[in-house]
């Protein structure tokens, strides 16, 4: 499987990292960026970038009840062939630049790392998924799980089914996304999320404008 697209389509750019480490915030600079600059955005999410989508986000964020582990990886699945398929391959088949809140290295972080499953298999279910498809950039904002759930705390939401996950489960994810980069440096942009915003974006910008030149 190969995630290659012919050059002259649009860019993949994912934001990945833990709970509560700004990747909306960083999502949202970006979008205005690129929009200021004349390009089409489409900014998106899993799980529940569709309509489907939102079906099954509902199901594996809020179901009260246990959710066996496979059955939790295939939800996740489902959600992104769905999306991929509907939302994200029409979009960069048109030329946009598509932003996505988190993609298959989040599976691999916390259903892989985080819970039973092997990451091998994970990775490959989301492959299978996503028919190879890998982002162009995909950004990882790395910060300490200590400091990530003092920013949920003073959000003041209720937390959701991962979210609620122990410290130690937080602190496997967070190595995980530190590993699936050190792996991958090509495609990987790292950057410490406890630096101010603006520097942060400025980094974003800099990475995905290389790559649009
Ligand atoms: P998200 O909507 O990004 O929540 P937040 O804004 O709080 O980061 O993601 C919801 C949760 O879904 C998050 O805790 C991580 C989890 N998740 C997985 O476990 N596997 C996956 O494949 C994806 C995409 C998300």
Redesign the pocket.
């Given at each position: 499987m190969t995630g290659e697209r012919p050059r002259s389509t649009g860019l993949f750019v994912t934001f990945e990292g833990?709970?509560?480490?700004g990747?909306?915030t960083q999502a949202s600079l970006l979008q205005s960026w690129l929009t200021d600059a004349g390009r089409t955005v489409v900014r998106t999410?899993?799980?529940?970038g569709s309509e489907v989508g939102l079906l099954i986000?509902d199901i594996?964020?809020h179901h009260r009840g246990e959710v066996s582990p496979r059955a939790?990886a295939l939800l996740?699945a489902a959600?992104?062939a769905h999306h991929i398929e509907t939302v994200v391959r029409p979009a960069l088949a048109r030329g946009d630049v598509v932003i996505q809140?988190?993609?298959?290295d989040?599976?691999v972080?916390?259903?892989g790392a985080?819970r039973v499953l092997g990451r091998d298999e994970v990775r490959d279910l989301?492959l299978w998924a996503a028919e190879g498809l890998l982002p162009d950039v995909t950004v990882l904002l790395d910060l300490d799980p200590a400091a990530a759930r003092a920013r949920?705390d003073a959000d003041d939401k209720p937390f959701?089914?991962?979210?609620a996950e122990k410290e130690s489960f937080h602190a496997r994810v967070r190595a995980e996304f530190l590993a699936l980069a050190a792996a991958e440096p090509d495609r990987f942009l790292v950057l410490d999320a406890a630096l101010p915003s603006s520097e942060l974006a400025a980094a974003v910008r800099d990475r995905v404008a290389a790559l649009l030149s």
């Open positions: 833990g709970d509560g480490v990747k909306t999410r899993e799980p529940g986000r594996v964020l939790e996740y959600d992104r809140d988190r993609y298959l989040s599976s972080a916390y259903q985080g989301s949920l959701d089914r991962l979210e």
